[in-house]
């Protein structure tokens, strides 16, 4: 038998899990341990609310969650309740999957005025994660800016842009709900600092802007190269840029009251305003010969009491374990970080790639692992049964698998698509609600 703890419940943790079940079968129990006392991190707190289909992955790593040799080990915060040496000296293997939750801050002038808020906030607070209960972004004044050409970008625009009667189906938070309910933003300025063809953003996510109830995209044709240079993209960047011309080449629905609009070329250079966001200045941009963003001197104002930065996310850091400043990853060579220590997902990689991308990452890692330990040798270490004395000498209680399915029955447990949760969830809300 081995024993390997995984940290982090989300997508990275859960593949490293499964491929870790089919390498080993049952000579492993597998420890997937969270800060929260809920399961699948980006999951539940990152993936759009009106995205449910991206969301019914969880079911695959219910799978994995059920079975005998996983265990959930949530409420326990890696680094306070019990540091990652104290792990090894436990474990045969501890994997790093803690994902990418922070924001990569935007370093300009007025960055720190109220109304200007990172997109993990934002994200957070709409998906009821009880790090972001009391951020109440501002949504009382007509205009927002969104800063970043990535889908997350785009999921913070679609979400101030949506009406009650679409987000039907989904499992957004109640409080948020009300909240976007009576927003007054009519105008989202999204802003790249690059062109058209320098955008991250997928053809679906772009997609789903041409259909919405009350906000019609606004791309400028002008901003385009010509129509051939389309043919030298991949064809699903292809697809995404043919998006974008064809709302281009659409006039705006006038029956639409709200508007969705595309600036690119368009670099921030200082947000500005009376105690609070008022405006973003903006440089005009042109590309250089190696692609980047070069500023042209041209500047002008993009009003707005919300700016919300989408610009990536980093990994956060761990005592004792080697980081990547510039990567926002802890510093590792191809997962394997020192002996018996591994990262997978974002924390290995960086914050880009789909879910699915993890898959791969996940059977990548178990590799490793395998490779360290092979199937069929046995360890001395005590895993689970190490873990649960340390724990509670400490008076930390760890939530279960069956303590969530509990707090998801209750009333401030997890909604279930179409059925808002009715209030802010904390985890001590979590935990009353189990008696605790
Ligand atoms: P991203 O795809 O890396 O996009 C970040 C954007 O921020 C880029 O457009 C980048 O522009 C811009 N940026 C960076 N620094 C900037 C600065 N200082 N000033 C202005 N702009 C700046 O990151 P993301 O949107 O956070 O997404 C993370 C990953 O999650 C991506 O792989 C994404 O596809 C994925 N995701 C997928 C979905 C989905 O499938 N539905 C939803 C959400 C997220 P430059 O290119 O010029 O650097």
């Not at 492993?28 to 699948?40: E, G, K």
């Not at 070329?265 to 009376?274: D, M, N, S, T, V």
């Not at 303590?403 to 802010?424: H, L, N």
Request: hydrophobic residues 40%.
């Amino acid at each position: 038998m081995r024993h390997v703890a995984v940290i982090g419940s989300g997508p990275a943790g859960y593949y490293s899990a499964e491929a870790l079940q089919k390498h080993y079968g049952a000579d492993v129990s597998i420890d997937m341990i969270d800060r929260m006392p809920v399961p699948y991190g980006l999951i539940r707190f990152g993936v759009a609310p009106d995205h449910q289909s991206i969301k019914a992955v969880s079911k695959r790593y219910e799978k994995v969650a059920l079975s005998d040799n996983v265990r959930f080990v949530g409420n326990v915060t890696v680094g306070q309740d019990v540091s990652i040496a104290e792990l090894q000296e436990l474990y045969d293997a501890v994997i790093l999957a803690t994902g990418a939750p922070n924001d990569r801050p935007l370093e300009i002038p007025g960055s720190n005025l109220p109304g200007v808020i990172g997109s993990a906030a934002f994200v957070g607070w709409y998906n009821g994660h009880p790090d972001f209960a009391e951020l109440a972004p501002p949504l009382d004044a007509g205009a927002a800016v969104v800063i970043g050409n990535g889908n997350v970008a785009l999921d913070c625009a679609r979400i101030l842009s949506k009406t009650r009667h679409e987000f039907e189906g989904s499992d957004i938070v109640e409080h948020a709900l009300q909240a976007l309910d009576l927003s007054a933003i009519r105008t989202v300025t999204i802003l790249g600092r690059r062109g058209p063809h320098q955008i991250a953003m997928t053809p679906k996510e772009l997609g789903e802007l041409g259909h919405l109830e009350v906000s019609a995209p606004v791309v400028e044709g002008a901003d385009f190269p010509p129509l051939e240079a389309d043919e030298a993209l991949d064809p699903g960047h292809r697809k995404s840029i043919t998006i974008l011309r064809e709302f281009a080449a659409t006039e705006p629905d006038a029956a639409k009251p709200k508007r969705m609009v595309f600036d690119f070329f368009a670099k921030p250079l200082r947000i500005e305003g009376q105690g609070r966001a008022e405006r973003v200045i903006v440089e005009r941009t042109t590309l250089d010969e190696t692609g980047a963003a070069r500023g042209t001197g041209e500047t002008y104002d993009v009003p707005a009491s919300l700016v919300i930065t989408a610009i990536g996310y980093s990994s956060p850091r761990m005592d004792g374990v080697p980081y990547d400043d510039r990567g926002g990853k802890f510093r590792n060579d191809d997962g394997r970080i020192a002996d018996r220590l591994f990262a997978v997902g974002w924390a290995r990689r960086g914050p880009t790639g789909t879910i699915g991308t993890n898959r791969p990452d996940g059977y990548e890692v178990a590799e490793l692992v395998a490779a360290q330990m092979p199937p069929g040798t046995t360890g001395t270490l005590p895993g689970a049964e190490g873990l649960k004395r340390l724990l509670n000498e400490r008076g930390v209680m760890p939530t279960d698998y069956d303590d969530w399915r509990k707090i998801e029955e209750t009333e401030v447990g997890r909604a279930r698509p179409g059925s808002p949760r009715e209030k802010f969830v904390r985890p001590e809300d979590w935990l009353r609600a189990l008696g605790r």
